[in-house]
Nanobody, 115 residues
Framework: QVQLKESGGGLAQPGGSLRLSCAAS????????MAWHRRSPGKQRELIATVTRSGSTDYVDAVKGRFAISRDDVKNTVYLQMNNLKPDDTAVYYC?????????WGQGTQVTVSS
């Protein structure tokens, strides 16, 4: 079993940047897909970015061009670089590790974008 712990959330101004990290308690190499999801106030949790073991990435349109997901299988950590933040990016951000057999979630980190 793998535990995921997110960090790096906080308060940012519109147009600012934050970098989220997701540290795993064990190897993430076996997880085909690592992802970031978010739950905005009053909305359902949504998938916003994925990265495969081969390094392929995909993004929801709302964050495309502003966010960048990456993974370091040596450090067992996944990152989400968030630039040009907008108030609509305010949410709890969750890390997710998955393969055909397993699925693990972190507890989330709050990101608030406000002036």
């Amino acid at each position: 079993q793998v535990q995921l712990k997110e960090s790096g959330g906080g308060l940012a101004q519109p147009g600012g940047s934050l970098r989220l990290s997701c540290a795993a308690s064990g190897s993430i190499f076996s997880f085909n897909v690592m992802a970031w999801h978010r739950r905005s106030p009053g909305k359902q949790r949504e998938l916003i970015a994925t990265v495969t073991r081969s390094g392929s990435t995909d993004y929801v349109d709302a964050v495309k061009g502003r966010f960048a997901i990456s993974r370091d299988d040596v450090k067992n950590t996944v990152y989400l670089q968030m630039n040009n933040l907008k108030p609509d990016d305010t949410a709890v951000y969750y890390c997710h590790a998955t393969n055909v057999r397993e699925s693990y979630w972190g507890q989330g980190t709050q990101v608030t974008v406000s002036s």
